[in-house]
């Protein structure tokens, strides 16, 4: 499998990243966004392995990002201050995707700058909703 695929779309709908290091959830992301909501700009970067790089050469530039927490060598905490020292992505959504959703991390993940938090596994029935939602603008905290 590649490290990062790309899935080509033309230049009116929003484009998305997912970090993310777990090939299932890759899958579910690739089948909400591409197979159910009908969207073709998914980038899927399986590793943080210099991130900073990675980013810096996206094109398209995503939209939204969403983050797994738990990557290595680069966690999604120090991805996400990558992001945010990036000019190119200034205003650009970065939402957490992980399976810890106590209180006390989702406290964290607001005080660091997340722009949301979605719980794992994604939920088919919720997801399109929650995603409208983030594409609007607002920050979602979806826990359950």
């Known amino acids: ?9 033309t230049m009116s709908e929003p484009a998305f990243l997912y970090v993310e290091n777990d090939e299932l959830s890759q899958e579910v992301m690739r089948a909400l966004l591409t197979r159910g909501l009908g969207y073709q700009t998914l980038t ?5 392995d210099c991130f900073e790089d990675k980013l810096t050469d996206l094109d398209p530039k995503p939209d939204v990002i969403f983050l797994d927490i738990h990557m290595e060598p680069i966690d999604g905490f120090e ?8 000019p190119d992505y200034a205003g650009t959504p970065v939402i957490a995707l992980t399976a810890s959703v106590m209180n006390e991390e989702v406290r964290k ?3 660091v700058g997340f722009d949301g938090v979605i719980a794992k596994p994604l939920d088919y029935d919720t997801f399109p909703r929650i995603l409208a939602r983030i ?7 979806k826990t359950k």
């Open 44 to 48: 899927v970067v399986e590793t943080s």
């Open 135 to 141: 594409l609007d603008g607002e920050q979602v905290w």
């Open 1 to 9: 499998m590649t490290e990062i695929t790309t899935t080509e779309t």
């Open 79 to 86: 991805m996400l201050e990558l992001i945010h020292k990036n």
């Open 109 to 111: 993940l607001r005080e």
